[in-house]
């Protein structure tokens, strides 16, 4: 599977007519709280990432979109922190307007930090 940070290519790789599921990463760079307590004891967010997931069906999204929450939230990452899944929850939509169409669906993430 592909994965693009910050872009998708005007033509991704295809099977039989079809797209082949990719990822898209769409991030922030992460930052303090501006209402952080001074003993930064309060669990604040600090940057955000969305998982675009991209496929020729809907199974295939949504299926690949549980397989992402599964894998990111609330996993720790080094340094302190977490990623949570979060708002908006969007249904999965349909692009015609790219050839070939495809299903995808984004999935949001926040980070927190302890």
Do not use: C
């Amino acid at each position: 599977m592909d994965v693009y940070d910050g872009m998708v290519p005007g033509s991704v790789p295809t099977a039989g007519g079809y797209i082949k599921p990719y990822l898209a990463l769409w991030s922030q760079p992460l930052r303090e709280h501006f209402e952080q307590p001074l003993d930064y004891s309060a669990q604040e967010t600090a940057g955000t990432l969305t998982v675009t997931v991209a496929g020729a069906t809907v199974g295939t999204v949504r299926n690949l979109a549980q397989e992402v929450i599964r894998k990111l939230n609330r996993v720790p990452v080094s340094g302190g922190g977490e990623y949570r899944h979060a708002q908006p929850h969007i249904p999965i939509q349909h692009d015609d307007q790219v050839s070939p169409a495809r299903f995808y669906m984004p999935v949001a993430f926040e980070f927190q930090q302890p």
